[in-house]
T-cell receptor, first 112, second 113 residues
């Protein structure tokens, strides 16, 4: 039972590079979301999806794009990485009416 | 709109002592409230949740929390701390069951032998 799988676990980017953080879940959950975790700031919602083809912005969406073509996958794209995007990124999934969100193990991203 | 306040960034207790981690929330609708725990280099694990049923909620690992609407609080307690409780704890709120969580800044719990 894999749950929520994030890849890669670690990544170093140069300023201006692009990359995609992958998130996949095998629980058939409709809801998926991306958070970033920064020291002393808790987790902040970046983007959110309630189902395939439907996405919405969270608290800190600037610099990030998402799409949801399947129920299972919810990739997060950084088009032009900036040092301010150095953070730990978490993907989560849940079902409508079930309030528990299941989190992946995180991707630690450093932008130099 | 919703928000969560967790005062302080670090709490240290002795093994066997009471653990009390404070959480106050603000929400424009009846809230769903959560406590998550994060061990080093791990993801978040749900400890317990309040979803408008019983106000005293019991979770895993001996933790419990009480929802107090009049105080807009959802403090986390455990009668006797164990070394394995050392971790970072996050309080979170969501407007209903849509799981768009707003987190507090987190509190690091240290347990002294």
């Amino acid at each position: 039972n894999a749950g929520v799988t994030q890849t890669p676990k670690f990544q170093v980017l140069k300023t201006g590079q692009s990359m995609t953080l992958q998130c996949a879940q095998d629980m058939n959950h409709e809801y998926m979301s991306w958070y970033r975790q920064d020291p002393g700031m808790g987790l902040r919602l970046i983007h959110y999806s309630v189902g395939a083809g439907i996405t919405d912005q969270g608290e800190v969406p600037n610099g990030y794009n998402v799409s949801r073509s399947t129920t299972e996958d919810f990739p997060l794209r950084l088009l032009s990485a900036a040092p301010s995007q150095t953070s730990v990124y978490f993907c989560a999934s849940s079902t409508p009416g079930n309030t528990e969100a299941f989190f992946g193990q995180g991707t630690r991203l450093t932008v130099v | 709109a919703q928000s969560v306040t967790q005062l302080g960034s670090h709490v240290s207790v002795s093994e066997g002592a009471l653990v009390l981690l404070r959480c106050n929330y603000s929400s424009s609708v009846p809230p769903y409230l959560f406590w998550y725990v994060q061990y080093p280099n791990q993801g978040l694990q749900l400890l317990l949740k309040y979803t408008s049923a019983a106000t005293l909620v019991k979770g895993i690992n001996g933790f419990e929390a009480e929802f107090k609407k009049s105080e807009t609080s959802f403090h986390l307690t455990k009668p006797s701390a164990h070394m394995s409780d050392a971790a970072e704890y996050f309080c979170a709120v969501s407007p209903g069951a849509n799981s768009k969580l707003t987190f507090g800044k987190g509190i690091t719990l240290s347990v002294r032998p």
